[in-house]
């Protein structure tokens, strides 16, 4: 069974940084596309990064230049580099990958459980 498992996530003033972690482990085939969402209280959910299985990445516009996503030499690990934090960062990051389970199977959805990132004033 695919798990995905989110660290780094924390408190932290304006203008700090934190750096979140996911892995991916279990039994598949290959990992096409890992990302970060957010969902801010009251809000929904929305993407901030994904980084592709070749290194391609997309950044959303408003934490361009401030957060940078990077993915491990074993394509199993994705990274959020955040820096310059703002108050309004503050949400529940969620890890997020699309999973190959097998040759020629459709790609799976997948989720973790989310870590929680709070600035502080």
């Known amino acids: 069974q695919v798990r995905l498992v989110e660290s780094g996530g924390g408190l932290v003033q304006p203008g700090g940084s934190l750096r979140l972690s996911c892995a991916v482990s279990?039994?598949?085939?290959?990992?096409?596309?890992m990302g970060w969402y957010r969902q801010a209280p009251g809000r929904q959910r929305d993407l901030v990064a994904t980084?592709?299985?070749?290194?391609?990445?997309s950044i959303t516009e408003s934490v361009k230049g401030r957060f940078t996503i990077s993915i491990d030499n074993a394509k199993t690990t994705v990274y959020l580099q955040m820096n310059s934090l703002k108050p309004e960062d503050t949400a529940v990051y969620y890890c997020?990958?699309?999973?190959?389970?097998?040759?020629?199977?459709?790609?799976?959805?997948?989720w973790g459980e989310g870590t929680r990132v709070t600035g502080s004033s």
């Open positions: 997020n990958a699309e999973i190959y389970p097998a040759p020629f199977r459709p790609r799976n959805n997948f």
């Open positions: 279990g039994s598949f085939f290959a990992i096409d596309t």
């Open positions: 980084v592709s299985s070749g290194g391609r990445t």
